[in-house]
């Protein structure tokens, strides 16, 4: 068996031995992608930190400084001493240390420190080559552009350039590299060079390094040629090599630095209290907007799209109905769906409504149903700011439709919340600020219209949703923050939401009647009262004090409920802290004595009125003509139409008919709420696996170091031997399922040992020795001390468990 050698790491792997097992727990939950599955080894480990896509990955996570270190690197001899590294980048002072720390702790680098060397798959992304330009405007090697050249050419170079000529390629590719190298003897070179082609050179240093040229270049370009100061790269294209570039710059990789992130420019802040103020009031607006949506669908449900999503002429509707901009009302619809309170019924006519959970939220508190739809906001990686642009096929991105998802929007938008956190409590960043830093922190995470489109739309939805005051992150929201990654998220909600509950405004149980038949609220309206008013009145104005409408369309609308004239009388008498206004009275009479005249039953349908003149009046209008009424009395019409539909199209056309049964009662035709079947909320789509607690990241090192030892590449994982009950024999046990989860449970929250019967899909009864680390979703994740590795187990194969001690 061989142990971690104590001098120089010749691989990745052989420093991976050498960490601790927090450094290793460490890079591992930075990098979840290399838990699943899990590595046998470290030697796997090492294999699997350095494929492309986990290196891709691990690139996107670093901050601009720590991006321009790696490709410095890149560009830098192999290994690399950290002294030359520092003179690739004057200026970055006390900053660089910690990025190659960043890119060590990420597996990115490993090597001692006059020895440094990037992974080769990163090195391989990052550095210039003929067919990729580097983004630090450097182009290939010397030797890289060569490579097609013949012997004879690069001989020809070598006399260009004043050098004698060699026996092979080989010698005279480092000779020219040699003088591209030197600062003197290349500035003695270019002395010599017309200014024409210095002025040449000075264009391509800083990159793009790539420039065309005829068949039969100018002389000034033939200069450069014949010295091999550029070099051809494919016919009409010539690069200016890497060593020649860097020289040209004083040896910098990059011509902007950007060690320090972009500071947050506070603006003039509305203070902790101003800014709790405001934003309690809008997670009130917010609550109540989501309930008036889906109170309009389960009365009205909107049909789904062949092809998924919500037509734009629904959604147009439910923004007419909630008095909001298009964008705002896709905003609440992707909210409440997100939330699990709003779902497709899976019908035949497939129609959008609320879910059985919609009931639940409804009855609880305002501040816990807020605290449901900002948790789901968080997660969501659905983005309802791309609604009405185009997918990569030109397809139109819908409302619920396919195509909003965007995996970085989750981590992104919790990013953006922690940099206004971190601006204090009731002060306001800048918009431009936060979006300058979040470029600088996660350059490579999106593209960069992508990303701006996700940073102004997590700040605009805060402020929607109340997560924000007036720019300012809410204190009450500050739980829901700290519990990142899903941890604890339940009892977070319980202390934003116990936060939340004395800042929300109180509700009123009354109005001001107006003499102009208006209604104003003088504030939120108790949800029974917010309900009636909007049957007999029309919203029209909301903010501080709702403004309501009484019109002959609005108190029919109560009529067609089923409320009598008596009862809307007594409705307004109650609930208005105002005397009712003579006009008032007076709409609902006259309305009341006009409605139900006409009547509509089902012959398919027939409408009934005793005024003849009404309904030669209701056969001579033309809007009604597709309802193909025809008379067979002097005061009965039939029409093929179903009633309820006949009934809406008299009532749109300005009749006012009401419903009848069999025995000629007038009757209403709305129906029970509509609710779809059960349904559980969409699970968001992230680009990254979850992030492992510590207890799975201890087990996983513990497994690893124990595949590592059994290979003879390592010792025995720290912690121990395996316990001696790992081998002992007997009847496997067994015990009631209830007690078999306690003591599950009970052992991973408290780190013991446990025996555990355990029947294979070849029915053989066995018994391991676990250490649980969790136990969710009925299996029981743990290091298996019998097979040294982590496993999971379904519960229904478990006979029983017992605790054990070592």
Do not use: N
Request: proline share 9%; with cysteine; aromatic share 4%.
């Amino acid at each position: 068996m061989t142990v971690p050698h104590a001098g120089s790491p010749r691989t990745l792997a052989d420093e991976l031995r050498a960490r601790s097992d927090a450094e290793l727990a460490g890079l591992l939950r930075t990098r979840a992608d290399l838990l699943s599955p899990l590595p046998g080894d470290l030697s796997q480990l090492a294999t699997r930190a350095g494929t492309r896509a986990s290196v891709l990955r691990a690139l996107e996570r670093l901050d601009t400084f720590t991006l321009q270190t790696a490709e410095s690197l890149a560009v830098a001899p192999q290994p690399c001493t950290t002294r030359a590294l520092a003179d690739l980048m004057p200026g970055a002072g006390d900053r660089l240390p910690a990025a190659l720390a960043t890119l060590r702790d990420h597996a990115l680098l490993w090597g001692r420190d006059d020895a440094l060397r990037l992974v080769r798959t990163a090195q391989e992304l990052l550095a210039p080559s003929p067919a990729r330009p580097g983004s630090t405007g450097l182009g290939p090697t010397l030797a890289e552009t060569a490579a097609g050249i013949s012997p004879r050419r690069i001989q020809e170079l070598l006399t260009g350039a004043g050098l004698p000529a060699t026996h092979d390629p080989v010698s005279a590719l480092a000779a020219l590299t040699g003088l591209f190298s030197d600062d003197s003897r290349l500035a003695a070179l270019l002395e010599t060079a017309p200014p024409a082609s210095r002025a040449v050179l000075e264009r391509l240093t800083w990159g793009p390094p790539y420039g065309e040229v005829s068949a039969r270049p100018a002389p000034h370009l033939r200069w450069l040629l014949d010295r091999g100061l550029l070099m051809p790269t494919a016919p009409g294209t010539v690069v200016l090599p890497r060593e020649v570039a860097l020289r040209l710059r004083g040896g910098r990789a990059h011509r902007d630095l950007s060690p320090e992130p972009p500071e947050l420019i506070p603006l003039a802040g509305p203070g902790e209290a101003g800014a709790d103020a405001a934003a309690a009031g809008a997670a009130y607006t917010a609550v109540t907007v989501v309930e008036e949506l889906l109170a309009d669908w389960e009365r009205e449900a909107p049909a789904v799209l062949r092809a998924g999503g919500l037509g734009v002429r629904d959604l147009k509707r439910a923004a007419v109905a909630l008095d909001l901009p298009e964008p705002e009302a896709a905003f609440w619809i992707e909210l409440a769906h997100a939330a699990g309170l709003l779902a497709s019924d899976g019908e035949a006519d497939e129609r959008y409504a609320p879910t059985p959970a919609y009931d639940a939220w409804l009855a609880g508190p305002p501040e816990a149903r807020w605290t449901r739809l900002v948790t789901a906001w968080l997660a969501a990686t659905r983005v309802p700011a791309l609604v009405g642009g185009r997918d990569a096929k030109g397809r139109a991105l819908t409302v619920l439709g396919p195509g909003l998802d965007r995996g970085p929007a989750p981590a992104l938008r919790r990013r953006v919340l922690t940099l206004l956190a971190t601006a204090g409590p009731g002060v306001a960043p800048a918009p431009e600020s936060v979006a300058a830093r979040i470029a600088w922190e996660l350059p490579r995470r999106c593209p960069a219209d992508t990303r701006a489109l996700l940073t102004d739309a997590a700040l605009a939805e805060a402020e929607r949703l109340g997560v924000t005051g007036r720019g300012a992150l809410a204190g009450f929201a500050r739980p829901l923050l700290a519990a990142a990654h899903g941890t604890d998220t339940a009892g977070a909600a319980a202390d934003a939401a116990r936060l939340l509950a004395p800042l929300l405004p109180r509700p009123v149980d009354h109005v001001l009647l107006q003499a102009d038949l208006t209604a104003v609220a003088p504030g939120p309206l108790l949800r029974d009262l917010r309900q009636a008013m909007a049957v007999v009145a029309d919203v029209e104005s909301t903010g501080g004090a709702t403004v309501y409408r009484f019109t002959p369309g609005s108190v029919r609308r109560a009529l067609d409920e089923g409320w009598t004239a008596q009862q809307v009388h007594a409705f307004l008498a109650e609930r208005s802290r105002t005397p009712v206004p003579q006009p008032l009275t007076y709409l609902v009479d006259d309305t009341a004595r006009r409605h139900g005249q006409m009547r509509v039953g089902a012959a398919a349908s027939y409408v009934c009125c005793e005024d003849e003149a009404l309904v030669a009046q209701l056969l001579a209008d033309r809007r009604t003509e597709a309802l193909r009424l025809r008379l067979i009395a002097p005061t009965v019409l039939v029409s093929p139409v179903a009633p309820d539909h006949l009934l809406l199209r008299l009532r749109e056309a300005g009749f006012a008919p009401a419903a009848e049964d069999a025995a000629g009662t007038v009757v209403t035709l709305t129906g029970e709420p509509r609710r779809t079947p059960p349904r559980a909320a969409p699970e968001p789509a992230p680009d990254t696996p979850p992030r492992a607690d510590d207890a799975l990241l201890a087990a996983a090192v513990r497994a690893i170091r124990a595949g590592d030892h059994a290979s003879g590449a390592g010792p025995a994982p720290q912690g121990g031997r395996r316990p001696a009950a790992a081998e002992a024999v007997g009847a496997p046990p067994r015990t009631p399922a209830e007690e078999t989860l306690r003591i599950l449970r009970s052992a991973a929250a408290g780190g013991a040992l446990v025996r555990i019967g355990y029947v294979g899909a070849d029915g053989i009864a066995a018994q391991r020795v676990l250490s649980p680390v969790r136990v969710e979703g009925g299996f029981v994740t743990a290091f298996d001390h019998t097979a040294d590795e982590v496993r999971t187990y379904p519960l229904h194969r478990i006979t029983g468990t017992v605790e054990v001690t070592d």
